[in-house]
């Protein structure tokens, strides 16, 4: 059994417990739905109608839909993306505490350029 849904940022959770229950999920281009409404009424029931009639007359416009796998490997990506940026930080507040508290040439400078 097939099943069509506008693709939005909160459906995931929806999109793998049809996909575990054996259903085949079809992820809608919500502009291009939009861009198919005849009536400018947005309801539930006008949404669904409208999903069912584009899904019969095979002009359902589709989006592609990583896999769970694909997803994984984004999320793990995303995580050391965070953690470099987290180590980065780090990195520059220990270099200019070095700079300011433990190397004399840096203050010496420093106080040379502003003046006493």
């Known amino acids: 059994m097939r099943v069509g849904m506008e693709a939005t940022g909160y459906s995931r959770w929806l999109e793998r417990l049809l996909a575990e229950l054996g259903f085949e999920v079809w992820m809608g281009d919500p502009a291009e739905i939009k861009a198919k409404r005849i009536k400018k009424q947005k309801t ?24 769970p796998e694909n997803r994984d490997l984004w999320q793990l990506l995303w995580h050391r993306h965070r953690l470099v940026q987290m180590r980065t930080r780090i990195m520059n507040q ?3 505490f070095h700079y300011v508290f433990v ?5 010496r400078n420093a106080i040379a350029v502003f003046g006493e």
């Open 44 to 67: 539930e029931r006008n949404d669904a109608r409208l999903l069912r009639r584009l899904m019969l007359e095979n002009s359902f416009p589709q989006v592609w839909i990583p896999s």
């Open 94 to 96: 220990l270099q200019a």
């Open 103 to 107: 190397d004399s040439n840096y203050i």
